[in-house]
């Protein structure tokens, strides 16, 4: 099997962070359907949200457990925002650059985005997330997550 290497590994092996690759069917899989794929629990798998503020601002990524949904009143009180919204696909695609299924935090670091991470990850050591393309996805400490991408952990997950 071979291993895809982007910039989110290469940035990973450079901070020397232990991380898995996996890859995946090319089509673009929700978080449970690469969880089953991968044959993991669905909410080990953590998707990411593009939200966006309604006045000027960078967007935000908000890292939630396949299984659950960004509640937006829940992460706006979090982060001290009167209303937040989430954008269409194409919206996110377009304010990410990257495609949907591939959009990962790791993959904009330092473009401005404000990542958060529902708490729920704390239940894991590790998690998996986007690996910045359809078709990888990446099992890493969730310890290393945030200080990498100086997330925030915030209850904001809702089933």
Do not use: W
């Amino acid at each position: 099997m071979t291993v895809i290497r982007n910039n989110v590994t290469r940035l990973l092996d450079a901070h020397h962070v232990p991380y898995q690759a996996f890859e995946l069917p090319a089509e673009k899989l929700g978080a449970v359907e690469a969880a089953a794929y991968l044959g993991v629990p669905a909410d080990q798998v953590f998707k990411t949200i593009v939200v966006v503020r309604p006045e000027k601002g960078k967007p935000i990524l908000a890292l939630t457990p396949g299984t659950l949904e960004v509640d937006l009143k829940a992460l706006a009180a979090a982060l001290g925002e009167k209303r937040l919204a989430i954008p269409t696909q194409k919206e996110a695609e377009q304010l990410t650059g990257l495609q949907a299924g591939g959009i990962s935090p790791l993959a904009l670091l330092n473009r401005g985005f404000q990542v958060v991470i529902d708490e729920a990850a704390l239940l894991f050591d590790e998690i998996y997330i986007s690996g910045g393309q359809r078709g990888l996805n990446i099992r890493l400490p969730v310890e290393a997550l945030v200080e990498l991408c100086g997330a925030a952990l915030v209850d904001f997950a809702r089933g």
